[in-house]
């Protein structure tokens, strides 16, 4: 039997923005990667550039988030499966940090070659 309630729009919406506001209260990396969204969406909306060159920046800088959100999330199940130090527990932390890293990657070179080739 599954842990999980009966499927409900509203209920669910509202886990969605409690994890978010909770994620937004404990998670350092996480606020200072919602700033620089919330900075650099204007940009987007305002840059001369094109359709996909703006969806490619938004994807990106989403991926961002979704990235740190899924990072915490694996920290937390780890966390509460044991605190005590264990390599399976490490590495998973450790992957979850890859994502993050990965994430940030793509943004940065996303938003690097759509700048270039708009600003040439």
Do not use: C
């Not at 490619?56 to 605190?83: P, Q």
Request: charged share 15%; aromatic share 10%.
């Amino acid at each position: 039997m599954r842990n999980q309630p009966k499927y409900s729009f509203f209920k669910n919406t509202g886990y969605a923005l409690n994890g978010l506001k909770d994620l937004i209260k404990t998670e350092t990396s996480f606020k200072i990667e919602l700033i620089l969204t919330l900075i650099l969406l204007p940009l987007i909306i305002f840059i001369d550039a094109t359709f996909v060159h703006k969806a490619l920046m938004f994807i990106s800088l989403m991926g961002m988030l979704l990235a740190e959100a899924t990072n915490s999330a694996i920290e937390r199940v780890v966390d509460l499966v044991t605190l005590e130090h264990h390599h399976m527990a490490g590495r998973a932390k450790d992957v979850g940090s890859t994502i993050v890293f990965l994430s940030i990657s793509v943004f940065v070179v996303t938003w690097a070659i759509v700048l270039a080739d708009i600003y040439q």
